[in-house]
C-alpha cells in the first residue's frame, strides 16, 4: 500500500526536484520552497496537539478524526503535530498512517508532517514497551552504555510506528532539588551530562534496520531552565553568561557535535528575559557561538506566555515577532491556529519579512529531507515483537540494577540472607507500580495504577519472588496513627525479621510536582520513626525523583538504599541488590540535601560553604567542603575498594604538555563489585573563582575479591585545565591543580608561557 502511494504521489508531480531522492538535499529544499505560498511555509512552523485532531479531544484517544485533519492539512497546512498517550502499536499505525497519507495525498505539495512525542524513558507512550530508569539513574551508573541502549531502545520500538521526533534527552543540570524536573536530568555536574547526553543522542538518531527512515532527538530545555531562584517550575533563573558557559552550555554542546537534529527552548526567564524572546540565547549564543543548525521549537505554548505569563509583550502578535525574531522556528502553538494568523498579520504589515520565514522554513524541510520523510512517509510497522522484549527488558534491568545506591549500610544489615523467615514491606511505594516509574509514563503525570502492565512487578511481589522461602507481609497504609492500623503493625512488626520501608514520592512532572517543603511529608516520616521504634533491622528504600530530606530518620534506620525512579524492571533491581544477587554499584549523580532550606552542588564556590569557626574550617579539606547529607559520588558496596600506588608522571605540565595518573584499585573483599573510579580537578586560585573540585573522567571497573587493576587518565590543559570567561573564550592561568581520586590527593604545577585570563564581564 505505502508503495503505491508514493509511486501515485511521484507520478503526480513528476518533474518537480524536491521529489528526486538522489538529489542534493540543500537543492530538494531550494525547490520546493520556491513552490510554497506564504500560508505554506508559516504552516511548516506550526505544531499542533492530537486533540485537535482526534475525535474526543483527550489526549489518551489516537483515533483520527479525518475531517478536523484534513482541514488542518489543506487549509492550514500544519507541518507537525504531538502528543498521546499508552495505546497499543497497532493503533498508532493505523493514527499516524491516516494522518500522514492526508498531508502526503491530499495536500498540493505533498509535504509529510513530523510527529513529536514525549518518550523520555523509553517508548513510554506505547503500551507494552520497554521503560527504562528516568535518566537521574541512568546519571547514577555512570555508564553512559546505559544511555545510549535508553536511547537505541526507544527508536527500536518508537520508530516503527511513525514516531519520528523525540523530546529528549533532558540535558539541564539537576541542581536545584526542589525543581520537579530533576529526575528527567543526568544529575547536577555538566560533565557527566555531556557523557550520557552525547551517548543518548548517538543511540537514538542511529541507523536501523526496522525502518527505512531516521529519527531526530531534541536536547532541552536550552538552557538554565533547571536552576530556578524558587525551585518551581517555569520560573525565574539569574545567572551570569559565565556561569552559563561554563556549566550549562557545556551537555548542549556535546550532544551538537554528535549530531543533535533539534532543541526545546526553556520555558523560563534569564536574568529578566523569556528566553523565547531572547536573540543572545537562542541566535547569538545557539546559533553563532555553538554552531547549531538544526530547529529550534518552543516549549507548550510559550509564545503565548510571552503575553500573558511572562507579559514582555503587549499582545499576541507582539510575542509572535519577539519569538521569531530571537530565533524560533517552530511553535508548539498548540491548541489554536492563533500563531499561523498572527504570522501572516505580521509579514503583511511587514514586521516579519518572508526572507526570515524562509530561514525556519529551511531548517525544517531540511529536517524532513534529512530523515527520508519525503521518500519513505509511512510508519514501517516492522519488528513489532521486539517492543517489550525480553531482550530489551533484560537491558533495562541492567541499567535500573546499575542505578541503584547504597547510602548507609550499619553493621553489613544489607544484604538479607536468603533464609530470612519474616519480612515487612511497608510504605507509600511497596505495592505501586507506578510511584516506580514517575511522570512522562503512559501519560504525562504518569496514569492510573490499573493501566500499568500485569507483569510488571511491585516492590513486594519482586521481594516475594527473590525470596521464597520468606514469609512477606504489607501493608499498603502509610500511617501509623490509625489504632486499628497501628494493632496490625505492631502485630507484624513483632514478627518481622526485618521491615523495609518502601518511602518517596508518587509521580509527578513540571509545574504539577511543585512543592514548598523538600522534606519528606511527615505521615511517611512516623512510619519510619514508627518502624526503627521497633528495634529490628530497618531498610529504607527511597523512592522518587528528588532527594527529598529525611535528616531526622538518618541516624536510627538501619541501611538506607536510594532507588529513584528505575522504572518498569525497578522493583526486580531493587530486590535483587537487597538479597545480595547484585551487588550495588550506583552513585549519586547529585548532592543529597540535609537541610529543606539550603543545597549547592557538590562543584560549588568555595565560599559558597563558609564556617564562621576558623578552627572548623581549617580542619575541613577544601575541596570537600559540604553541607550535604551525602556527597555527589557516594555510594557504598557489599565489598570494600581500596586506592594505591597514586602516580602522576610529572609534577610540572606546560601548557601544550599532558600528564598521565595512574592508580591501582583493589577489591579489598570478599565478594565480586564494581567501583566507579571518579577523577576530580582543582584550580586552587583563578582570576574568576573556580569550583572546589570538579568532575574531570570516570571509570567503571569489574573486581573480583583480591584483584586489582591499574587505571588512568591523562590530563590535557586545554581540554582539562582551561574555563570559560564571560564571553565563553577558555582561559588558561598558571599555577597549582590538584587531582584527586578516592581519598587520594596530588598537586602539580601549570607552568604557561603566555597567561590568556581575560575575564571582564
Request: proline content about 5%; cysteine-free; hydrophobic content about 40%.
Amino acid at each position: 500500500m505505502s508503495l503505491l502511494i508514493i509511486l501515485s504521489v511521484n507520478t503526480f508531480a513528476v518533474g518537480q526536484l524536491y521529489l528526486d531522492a538522489s538529489a542534493p538535499v540543500d537543492k530538494r529544499v531550494e525547490d520546493l520552497l520556491s513552490r510554497m505560498t506564504l500560508e505554506e511555509k508559516v504552516g511548516q512552523m506550526s505544531q499542533l496537539n492530537i486533540t485537535l485532531i482526534n475525535n474526543e479531544g483527550i489526549q489518551y484517544d489516537v483515533n483520527l478524526d479525518t475531517d478536523k485533519a484534513r482541514n488542518l492539512l489543506q487549509n492550514h497546512h500544519i507541518g507537525s503535530f504531538l502528543n498521546g498517550e499508552a495505546v497499543p502499536p497497532e493503533q498508532w499505525i493505523k493514527y499516524v498512517e491516516e494522518l500522514q497519507r492526508i498531508a502526503v495525498e491530499d495536500t498540493r505539495l505533498g509535504i509529510p508532517i513530523i510527529y513529536g512525542i514525549d518518550h523520555i524513558h523509553g517508548a513510554s507512550y506505547v503500551q507494552g514497551s520497554t521503560i527504562f530508569p528516568h535518566n537521574i539513574n541512568i546519571g547514577a551508573t555512570f555508564n553512559p552504555e546505559n544511555s545510549l541502549q535508553n536511547g537505541r531502545i526507544t527508536a527500536l520500538e518508537s520508530g516503527p510506528l511513525g514516531h519520528i521526533w523525540n523530546f529528549a534527552p533532558v540535558l539541564d543540570l539537576g541542581q536545584n532539588p526542589y525543581w520537579a524536573r530533576m529526575y528527567e536530568t543526568f544529575g547536577e555536574d555538566p560533565y557527566l551530562a555531556s557523557e550520557l547526553g552525547r551517548a543518548y543522542v548517538k543511540g537514538f538518531q542511529g541507523d536501523f534496520e526496522t525502518f527505512p527512515y531516521r529519527l531526530a532527538a531534541t536536547g532541552k530545555h536550552f538552557l538554565g531552565y533547571s536552576v530556578p531562584r524558587s525551585g518551581w517550575d517555569r520560573t525565574p533563573v539569574d545567572l551570569s553568561m559565565q556561569t552559563i558557559h561554563e556549566f550549562h552550555r557545556p551537555a548542549f554542546q556535546a550532544a551538537i557535535d554528535e549530531g543533535l537534529k533539534t532543541i526545546m527552548v526553556n520555558s523560563a526567564e534569564i536574568n529578566g528575559i523569556p528566553v523565547h524572546a531572547s536573540k543572545k540565547i537562542l541566535s547569538d549564543l545557539l546559533r553563532d557561538e555553538m554552531g547549531f543548525e538544526g530547529v529550534i521549537v518552543t516549549d507548550w505554548a510559550d509564545i503565548q506566555k510571552l503575553y500573558d505569563y511572562h507579559k514582555t509583550a503587549r499582545t499576541y502578535d507582539e510575542a509572535t515577532l519577539h519569538a521569531v525574531d530571537a530565533g524560533i522556528d517552530m511553535s508548539m502553538t498548540p491548541e489554536s491556529l492563533e500563531f499561523n494568523e498572527s504570522m501572516i498579520k505580521l509579514v503583511n504589515h511587514e514586521l516579519i519579512s518572508e526572507e526570515r520565514i524562509d530561514k525556519s522554513v529551511r531548517r525544517i524541510l531540511k529536517l524532513k529531507f534529512e530523515l527520508g520523510l519525503f521518500e519513505h512517509p509511512y510508519p514501517s510497522g516492522k519488528a513489532f515483537d521486539k517492543i517489550g522484549s525480553e531482550a530489551h527488558k533484560a537491558i533495562a534491568l541492567k541499567a535500573a540494577q546499575e542505578s541503584i545506591v547504597l547510602l548507609k549500610n550499619t553493621e553489613n544489615v544489607l544484604p538479607l540472607s536468603k533464609d530470612i523467615k519474616n519480612l515487612l514491606v511497608v510504605g507509600l511505594s511497596a505495592n505501586s507500580k507506578r510511584n516506580l516509574s514517575g511522570g512522562w509514563t503512559l501519560a504525562w503525570q504518569g496514569a492510573p495504577e490499573d493501566r500499568y502492565p500485569e507483569s510488571m512487578k511491585t516492590i513486594k511481589k519482586a521481594l516475594k519472588e527473590e525470596f521464597p522461602n520468606s514469609k512477606i507481609v504489607s501493608m499498603d497504609s502509610i500511617g501509623v496513627k490509625n489504632s486499628e492500623v497501628r494493632s496490625r503493625f505492631d502485630q507484624a512488626a513483632e514478627e518481622a525479621d526485618a521491615i523495609i520501608i518502601a518511602t518517596g514520592e508518587e509521580p509527578y512532572t513540571e509545574f504539577v510536582g511543585n512543592i514548598t517543603n523538600l522534606e519528606l511529608p511527615h505521615e511517611q516520616l512516623d512510619l519510619i520513626k514508627a518502624v526503627n521504634n521497633t528495634g529490628k533491622p530497618s531498610v529504607m528504600v527511597l523512592v522518587a525523583g528528588r532527594p527529598r530530606v529525611i535528616t531526622e530518620v538518618v541516624p536510627n534506620t538501619s541501611a538506607i538504599v536510594w532507588a529513584g525512579l528505575p522504572g518498569f524492571e525497578g522493583a526486580e533491581a531493587v530486590a535483587n541488590v537487597l538479597s545480595g544477587d547484585y551487588n550495588p554499584s550506583g552513585k549519586l549523580p547529585f548532592s543529597y540535601p540535609q537541610f529543606v532550606g539550603h543545597a549547592v552542588p557538590y562543584n560549588h564556590k568555595s565560599s559558597a560553604v563558609y564556617y564562621f569557626d576558623a578552627e572548623v574550617a581549617n580542619n575541613i579539606e577544601q575541596a570537600n567542603k559540604t553541607t550535604a547529607l551525602w556527597n555527589f559520588g557516594h555510594g557504598l558496596s557489599y565489598t570494600e575498594f581500596s586506592y594505591s600506588d597514586f602516580m602522576l608522571s610529572d609534577t610540572t605540565l606546560s601548557s601544550n604538555g599532558e600528564i598521565t595518573a595512574e592508580i591501582s584499585v583493589t577489591n579489598a573483599g570478599n565478594v565480586a563489585g564494581t567501583e566507579i573510579v571518579l577523577w576530580y580537578l582543582t584550580d586552587e586560585v583563578g582570576r574568576i573563582t573556580r569550583p572546589v573540585k570538579e568532575l574531570s573522567h570516570f571509570q567503571r571497573i569489574d573486581l573480583q575479591p583480591g584483584e586489582t587493576k591499574n587505571v588512568s587518565v591523562t590530563i590535557n590543559p586545554d581540554k582539562h585545565l582551561t574555563y570559560p570567561n564571560f564571553q565563553g573564550d577558555p582561559i588558561l592561568e598558571k599555577g597549582y591543580f590538584r587531582l584527586q581520586v578516592g581519598n587520594k590527593i596530588k598537586r602539580f604545577y601549570l607552568n604557561t608561557e603566555f597567561e590568556n585570563n581575560r575575564f571582564e564581564e
